[in-house]
């Protein structure tokens, strides 16, 4: 016992001894860095957006560095480009020109024909319906196109004597399906894949004799990833409780005789799809990484080639065909790995050249695991050995293991086409680095970090020297203020881009030449641009810094707006005229409201911004909305009228209930400054303008409609525009009077 008592003692010292001296031997930059490292293995597991998107980065660029080497496979797109456009004219072409479009495939040996294209509706220029559809027309001329032949029946007659598949939309909402709807048999092999699958509510398919006449239908709907780039397409798909395989994949089960798709399937989801006797490796969800080549123009076959005979037959005879197109109107183009905007017809072919060349892009089920095990592996050979050695030997320590890593994926990749994530495993290493070194120099030295630098890159600059004085503004909330709003929006932007779709980096050119002088005439007057919304602007006064005149400084910067757009579409005609072009004027719409905001800093903790949110900036933008119903550039609130009425020249136009709110607003035309309001011609004007709104809204129509024609006669251009929709709303009144509720109020039904 007396021995025991004596040694005991001595044991426990050496080993309480070793653990303290492990403890100091790890130290405290170690310690946090397997913590962060721990929980970075938890933050690939949730597998956030952004970290998803840099692993799929990295593969594509293993695809730009080596692409799949094109073979010589039999696929082929007949392509309906912009010349068959041209030349054919407008799609949708005629179905009597598409079933002869089907008749040259199937003479020249085609093994079997997919359309990339929905059917979806009857062919509206079929004779019979042609004819309807033609006012006017004699009881003898109608009787004589309905007697022709209808075009869907014999496009269907040709799908009859053909292997043809027909192309189907997964849609997001349901639609009603017919059970009596022919689809394709799916086989099981092993459990029901439905739960892992992707799944679509409901199905756009083509017309009933279209479907009822085709071999097979395929889903021709490509999902992309996250950042709208097409990696992987699912070879099979759920809508509902029904499994439909894809376009590519029906293909080559009509192309091959077969009768049904199987799905392959274990535990963790589905493993391959078997088609044609062929065994196709997917991904859990059924889903194929496409082995992209760059674009080739080999690929396609013009249709207007096909249709006048001036084709190469070879190019058909004994090949997959693919109908579709890439025409840019048309907008079926995707981005890929190695192309910003391939046709989606192509990435069908692709997807039938990867299964026939067997040349798959495999990403194991066990890539997860072997990612986790790498990142952990290299973070604690630098957890141990960088606090240990020097900077030059950390250096070259770092860049052994970034080549060891990037080197082994790449090899994987060039033999096995195995895909396997650098990214993760790299950036958990580099980040329990950058703790070390961060601890290291934080012990050294630690200095406060200036608000102006943090700030300054993305505040306006008067906001960044508030937030220096007042530090405690930094943090979210806000504060009530009555504020000027102001929403600006570009007339006709659809049509103006349609005119530069060829010329993309010229839109972008007009969009900054339209944008500059727009915004500086708001910075000018003092506002505050909140943000840019592609081709619209939103700006408020009164914050952050005080303006007491805000209401007039928005009206000012509106009509130097007006004015500095005036000039761009003078320089614009001018250049115009001597480059030969059309020239097409831009106009613009502004809406301005005054009332109390919520102002401040709106977002999260980790990013905010410095924005204004309220009923008052609704408003506003619903009024930029209303200047194309009323034919006018600027229509005001009745707040900002009232507060800038001194100053300048409004128009009362309207009691107007715009879109979302149930209390009506008097709405005014801002005209000009402080000279138009005191011209003779325009009180005038106002005077008969007022008169036809009185009458209006005493229903007295026929005074109204005289008040209006004495204003069109007297109107300035700035209000020519409500002579029409006045005229157009008092037609109506007459012909349909309003009920005894009705109380003058215009209710807006768009926005």
Known sequence: MTKASKTTPKAAA???????RAFRWIGQGRLVAIVFMLGLVAFRLLDPALLETARLRTFDFYQILKPRERAPLPVVIVDIDERSLREIGQWPWPRSDVADLLRTIGRAGGIAVAFDILFAEPDRLSPDRFGRSIARLSGEAAAELDRL???????????????????????????????????????????????????????????????????????????????????????????????????????????TGGNAVAIKTDAAGVRSVVVGGVEVPTDPRGRI???????????????????????????????????????????????????????????????????????????????LGAEIVLAIALSLLVVILAPILGAIPVLFLGMAIAAATVGGSWYLYIEHRMLIDVVYPLMTSFTAF????????????????????????????????????????????????????????LRDFTSISESYKSDPQGLTTLMNRFLTPLSDAILRQGGTIDKYMGDAIMAFWNAPLDTPDH????????????????????ARLAEDERAGR????????????TGDCVVGNMGSEFRFDYSVMGD????????????????????????????????????????????????????????????????????????????????????????????????????????????????????????????????????????
């Open 616 to 751: 008052a900036v609704n408003l506003a933008s619903r009024l930029e909305g209303q200047t194309k119903t009323y034919g006018v550039t600027i229509i005001a609130g009745a707040e900002t009228a009232r507060g800038a009425a001194d100053d300048y020249a409004f128009l009362e136009i309207d009691r107007i209930r715009v879109k979302g709110k149930s209390e009506p607003e008097t709405i005014h035309c801002l005209v000009g400054d402080a000279k138009m309001r005191r011209d003779p011609a325009f009180l005038e004007a106002k005077t008969v303008f007022a008169s036809m709104l009185d009458a209006y809204r005493s229903r007295d129509w026929s005074t109204a409609a005289a008040a209006l024609t004495r204003f069109e006669e007297i109107a300035p251009p700035a209000l020519a525009g409500l002579v029409p929709a006045y005229r157009a709303r008092l037609a109506s009144l007459s012909m349909t009077p309003p009920g005894p509720g009705w109380d003058g109020v215009f209710t807006a039904e768009t926005k």
């Open 149 to 255: 032949p209808n075009t869907d029946t014999l496009l269907a007659e040709t799908m009859g004597q053909m292997r043809i598949v027909v192309g189907q939309a997964a849609r997001g909402r349901d639609t009603a399906q017919n059970a009596e709807q022919p689809g394709t048999p799916v086989a099981f092999i092993g459990p029901d894949p439905r739960s892992h699958l992707i799944t679509y509510p409901g199905l756009l398919r083509n017309i009933e004799p279209l479907d009822a006449a085709a071999s097979g239908r395929g889903l021709l709907s490509i999902l992309p990833d996250l950042d709208s780039i097409v990696r992987r397409v699912a070879l099979v798909a759920a809508v509902g409780e029904t499994i439909h395989p894809s376009l590519s994949v029906e293909l080559l089960r009509v192309a």
């Open 582 to 593: 059309t020239h097409v004027p831009l106009r613009v719409g502004i809406g301005l409201n």
């Open 434 to 489: 950058m703790i070390l070194v961060f601890l290291n120099y934080r012990r050294e030295e630690v200095q406060r970090q200036q608000i102006r630098s943090a700030f300054g890159q993305y505040l306006a600059p008067s906001f960044v020297e508030q937030i220096a004085r007042n530090p405690e503004r930094l943090s979210l909330g806000g504060e009530t203020r009555n504020l000027t709003l102001l929403f600006s929006d």
């Open 289 to 367: 990484w496409i082995h992209y080549t760059p674009h080739d123009k080999a690929r396609f076959v013009s249709a207007v080639d096909l249709m006048r005979g001036s084709f190469n037959v070879d190019r058909i005879r004994n090949h997959l065909v693919l109908v579709g197109t890439s025409a840019i109107g048309l907008l079926d183009l995707k981005a890929t790995p190695l192309d910003p905007a391939m046709p989606g017809v192509e990435v069908h072919a692709q997807i039938l050249e990867t299964i026939l060349d067997k040349s798959y892009l495999v990403r194991p089920n066990y890539a």
């Open 14 to 20: 050496p080993a309480s001894s070793r653990i303290v």
């Open 551 to 570: 209401a007039a400084d928005a009206c000012a910067a509106a009509l130097e707006m007006v004015r500095r757009l005036a000039e761009v579409n003078a």
